[in-house]
């Protein structure tokens, strides 16, 4: 069977966690290093993913219009974890692809 990952969770080399914040919004098996991953970018850091995943979704979703796209916040907003986890949780909406989709781009923003 073929890989979701781009790379596989466990070869992660992770970074030092400057947030302590308790995300849900993944149900995976390696909940934990995506999270770890996340928790690793101050408040800045989160916005600036926020939007690399934004424009993920948008470009996506110019090549297949049925792809959702995350709301968009802009850039006079700020964004905490509280709204990054309900924002994420509710875009993924239990739906395998979705969580793909958030878990691949966060490895390809953390890389």
């Known amino acids: 069977m073929e890989s979701v990952y781009n790379i596989h969770p466990l070869d992660i080399k992770l970074k030092n966690i400057k947030l302590h914040y308790n ?3 993944i149900k995976n098996e390696y909940n934990n290093v995506y999270y ?5 970018y101050n408040l800045d850091g989160l916005f600036n993913l926020y939007r690399f ?3 993920r979704s948008l470009k996506i979703n ?3 219009k049925s792809f959702r796209i995350l709301p968009l916040i802009k ?3 700020n964004i905490n974890q509280d709204e990054f986890n309900s924002i994420i949780k509710k875009y993924i909406n239990k739906d395998d692809v979705y969580e793909i989709f958030i878990i691949n781009s966060i490895q390809c923003y953390f890389i």
């Open 75 to 77: 850039s006079d907003e």
């Open 53 to 55: 995943l934004y424009l």
């Open 62 to 64: 110019h090549k297949v």
């Open 23 to 25: 995300y849900d919004f």
């Open 36 to 40: 770890s991953i996340v928790n690793s």
